[in-house]
């Protein structure tokens, strides 16, 4: 695992500060680092030899102690990271409301401007893998702050658009640009998730929940602002906005964000002879425990992006629900979303097996997901209380299922022998990104052809039952893991 500091080295090169650990300066002003440096210091030799030893998948990680209180430089690296988090989670819908509507008007259809929306996600996908490639090439810092300004420039772009006439430019030219943003914003997640993997390796889930806390409510926000800010100042209003508090985050990332660097945690001839870019990529991919929290991320992305675009159609011809009386249905889940973040990440930061958390997490998920329309299997008629209690299940429970499937890529890669730099790091946090845009791709297609072809209840059925097998896969997989593991005392999971 990454390090929150390690011991100063003699004369560093500078190919080991481009592409070793990151760490935070000390100083004496510093505070808490001397003591950080004193635990980083006994965690980095518990990681020297763990890794040295390759120790097979099962056996149980090394005991650390407690985590030390934030000091002030990572509390201002956690503002800086939940603030271009809550912008990102609003810069993925704030068109939302009016988008579709504005397209229309210049003739386009809803599968073109559908288009718009679907292009981002796939240039997510393609673009993770190239950013955990970049991210310690270039810098992880500097990786976050320029993909900020790319975010912030195209996201005002693309409020320029409403001055193209023709359809066929105007669209041409949104895919251009929402797939630069795309990129973007897939820049920024692959560079905060690694630097929340190195900074706080003993309270990973409780920072990635304050994050992935921070884009829920991005989610949430996203729509009512632009909605709001369309009505006001017509369609650049909520770009420019946007936009402009994008590159303010980024300049001022680099007043609040601590001071960082890349070092090598050894300087030996192993140091020598890293392994290639493909090679550790290959290492994640065979190791089978990482499949099976692909798995659960498609599932996790399916069961929002394939249900949700078609929920309003059919809650209005069965229920009569309008759509602004669904999005406060909306509006409740995330808000569920939002405040139960810090609650699963302090929970899954103090579990020794979390293969049984995410498996406990998932049960509840699929009866969410199956009382929403509800599913035939249940025998139940649609109702607004039974949609409520689906989705304020469906959303805390399946963020309980998510927020540990990095930390836990994490640790069974490095397990396995990926080592555990600024490289490795990088690599894992690109995959992950990748594989739940790969969910956000097939989602609303394939809830799409479902939902036409044999109805919405049958869509809730078929997500509601794979989520029901990937629980019983995670629950037997976290039984092989207790049995096999041998703890001498409990322990904190990183």
Not at 103 to 120: D, E
Not at 213 to 232: F, K, R
């Amino acid at each position: 695992m990454g390090r929150n500091d390690y011991p100063p080295q003699s004369s560093p090169s500078e190919e080991n500060l481009e592409t070793s650990p990151l760490l935070f300066k000390s100083s004496p002003n510093n505070g808490g680092a001397t003591d950080e440096a004193s635990s980083s210091q006994t965690t980095s030799s518990l990681s020297s030899s763990y890794e040295d030893s390759s120790p097979s998948p099962d056996e149980p990680e090394p005991v650390v102690p407690s985590p030390p209180p934030l000091s002030r430089s990572q509390v201002c690296l956690l503002v800086c990271l939940s603030a271009s988090s809550l912008l990102a989670g609003c810069c993925t819908v704030i068109q939302a409301p009016f988008f579709t509507h504005e397209a229309h008007l210049r003739g386009l259809s809803s599968a073109a401007s559908g288009a718009v929306f679907s292009c981002f996600a796939l240039a997510q996908m393609v673009a993770f893998p190239a950013m955990g490639w970049l991210a310690p090439r270039l810098g992880v810092t500097r990786l976050y702050t320029l993909s900020l300004l790319v975010a912030g420039v195209t996201t005002v772009v693309f409020g320029m658009l409403t001055y193209i006439e023709g359809p066929a430019p105007f669209l041409g030219w949104c895919l251009t640009v929402r797939a630069a943003e795309a990129v973007g914003t897939a820049a920024a997640q692959t560079a905060a998730r690694t630097i929340i993997i190195n900074q706080f390796p003993r309270r990973m889930n409780s920072a990635m929940s304050l994050v992935e806390g921070m884009i829920g409510a991005g989610l949430c926000l996203g729509p009512a602002v632009g909605g709001a800010m369309y009505a006001l100042g017509g369609y650049g209003a909520p770009f420019y906005t946007l936009g402009v508090l994008l590159l303010g985050t980024a300049a001022a990332s680099l007043i609040l964000m601590p001071t960082v660097t890349d070092r090598s945690t050894r300087t030996t001839e192993k140091d020598d002879s890293r392994s290639s870019y493909l090679e550790m990529l290959i290492l994640v991919l065979s190791t089978a425990d990482n499949w099976l929290i692909f798995a659960a991320l498609l599932v996790a992305a399916m069961n929002w992006t394939a249900m949700d675009p078609s929920m309003e159609p059919y809650m209005h011809a069965v229920l009569g629900i309008q759509p602004a009386e669904l999005s406060l249905f909306f509006l409740g889940s995330f808000a569920g979303y939002a405040l139960s973040s810090p609650l699963w990440g302090r929970l899954s930061d103090h579990i020794n097996n979390t293969f049984l958390l995410v498996a406990a997490c998932l049960a509840p998920t699929a009866l969410g997901v199956l009382l929403i329309p509800p599913s035939p299997l249940l025998g139940l008629r649609p109702s607004r209380l039974l949609l409520g209690l689906g989705m304020v299940l469906r959303e805390p429970f399946q963020l309980g299922a998510y927020l540990p499937l990095l930390p836990l890529m994490v640790r069974r890669s490095t397990a396995r022998g990926l080592r555990s730099d600024v490289r490795g790091q990088a690599l894992v946090s690109a995959v992950f990104g990748a594989a739940y845009s790969l969910g956000n791709v097939l989602g609303p297609v394939g809830g799409g052809l479902v939902t036409d072809r044999w109805g919405y209840p049958t869509l809730a059925t078929w997500l509601g039952g794979v989520t029901v097998v990937l629980c019983v896969a995670m629950a037997l997989r976290g039984a092989v893991y207790h049995s096999t593991r041998r703890t001498a005392a409990p322990y904190v999971e990183i």
